[in-house]
């Protein structure tokens, strides 16, 4: 029995028995998460032995990498949140960063701090500039947009240098890569966009204020000097720990993927979209894995049976999207303000395409790269096509953990239906004659 065969009567038991049975039909929205956590744990169960050493790769990852990296660039920006040198550094900044990208001057550290430190000191920072009333809700969306990015470090020596042994191309990734930021930010300037005056640039003005700013807001000095610093590396970690936890969350989640097979299922479509544009089938699965996580994405890229010019704009997509394992932190970062995450999910998808046409016509017109005959279409090292029915036959684990995860679906949804009390709104009969 094939892997596709029960994810599709999973599927068909979802859209069509589910919503058939009356009793199911007020239940059917909120049995969609329980199957779905159902099934992560049954996985879990059933490849205990991946699982385990997937999470410890992610948590070697957290405190060997991470950890050391952002901990010192959270400390710093939590300090300096705490005096006036944001906000007087934002009125200096305004008369640039609101012509063009139609925020206030204080995104000005969000954006430096977020293109130089890697993700999600941007969106930390966004989020605690709304916190302190420093920019409106909508100005917030369109700063969160391209003010979280990999850093350079993480470009250059762990992507070019560690991963592809190119570290020549690091800076071709990176310049890419900030030129995909920039371009969003300003076509996010328009997002929402309201008529207002035109403020005054006066030199004279731009200093009076930023010395006001300076004078108005509370400084860090001598006496709180230790409370200021035990609450940033206090908020600091608490930070670091949700980071750490989403990674090793995903490092298990795409483990699971990959031992059932579910990442070859979903590179099949993209294989369409690539034989359109050209792109060695090869790079279909790796791009798959890294649009959930960057890092892991990367290494199938370099592994992949590709031209290496394709490699880089493959993986300039990816770098530019980000991620799901970041955007889930940055969501959760966010969530405790109003900012929606909407606009930066599309924001991120368009710097992917964005860095991707830049690396496409840098590699072009720099000649890079263009001198490796290679083939385009390799059906032989393809993992998904070299033997269509071995990547898609699922373990005896995997057919197993599904008809139990059905099993307890079923079971419970029966029993939720008989026992439970129908609501107000439930359909009755009728009685009337026609």
Not at 257 to 263: E, F, Q, Y
Not at 383 to 407: D, E, H, Q, R, Y
């Amino acid at each position: 029995m094939e892997i596709s065969l029960a994810l599709f009567l999973v599927l068909f038991f979802l859209l069509y028995i589910t919503p058939s049975m009356a009793h199911l039909k007020d239940l059917k929205h909120s049995l969609i998460f329980p199957l779905v956590f159902v099934l992560f744990i049954a996985f879990l169960i059933a490849f205990n032995e991946q699982s385990f050493k997937s999470a410890q790769y992610g948590f070697s990852l957290w405190l060997n990498v991470v950890f050391p990296s952002l901990f010192p660039f959270f400390v710093a920006a939590e300090l300096l949140n705490g005096t006036g040198f944001v906000r007087a550094a934002g009125v200096m900044l305004e008369p640039i960063m609101r012509p063009l990208f139609n925020v206030p001057g204080v995104g000005s550290f969000a954006f430096a701090m977020g293109i130089s430190s890697g993700y999600p000191v941007g969106a930390k920072i966004t989020a605690d500039l709304r916190e302190s009333k420093l920019c409106t809700k909508t100005e917030a969306e369109r700063l969160l947009t391209f003010t979280n990015n990999s850093s350079p470090l993480f470009i250059t020596g762990a992507i070019a240098t560690g991963i592809f042994a190119r570290p020549e191309l690091g800076l071709m990734l990176l310049a890419t890569h900030c030129a995909a930021c920039i371009t969003v930010g300003l076509v996010f300037r328009f997002y929402k966009r309201e008529r207002s005056e035109k403020s005054s640039y006066s030199a004279r003005t731009i200093v009076y204020r930023a010395v006001a700013e300076l004078k108005d807001s509370p400084s860090i000095n001598f006496n709180n000097l230790g409370l200021k610093l035990g609450d940033a590396v206090k908020n600091s970690i608490n930070t670091l720990l949700m980071i750490g936890g989403f990674i090793v969350l995903f490092s298990v989640l795409i483990n699971i993927l990959v031992s059932t097979n579910a990442i070859y299922l979903a590179a099949l479509g993209v294989k369409l979209v690539f034989q359109y544009l050209g792109i060695a089938f090869s790079m279909a699965s790796p791009l798959v894995s890294g649009l959930f996580e960057i890092t892991i994405g990367a290494k199938y890229i370099s592994m992949s049976f590709a031209p290496l010019s394709q490699k880089m704009i493959i993986a300039a997509f990816v770098l530019g999207w980000g991620g799901l394992s970041v955007h889930s932190q940055v969501a959760s970062i966010v969530g405790r303000t109003d900012i929606s995450i909407k606009p930066y999910l599309l924001a991120k998808f368009l710097q992917g395409i964005f860095a991707a046409i830049y690396t496409a016509v840098y590699i072009q017109l720099s000649g890079i790269l263009m001198s490796q005959p290679f083939p385009v279409f390799n059906f032989a090292e393809d993992p998904v096509n070299a033997n269509w029915f071995a990547c898609m036959a699922a373990s005896s684990k995997t057919i197993g953990v599904i008809i139990l995860a059905l099993f307890v679906l079923t079971a419970g949804s029966i029993f939720l239906g008989r026992f439970l009390p129908q609501g107000k709104g439930a359909a009755r009969p009728s009685t009337k004659k026609q």
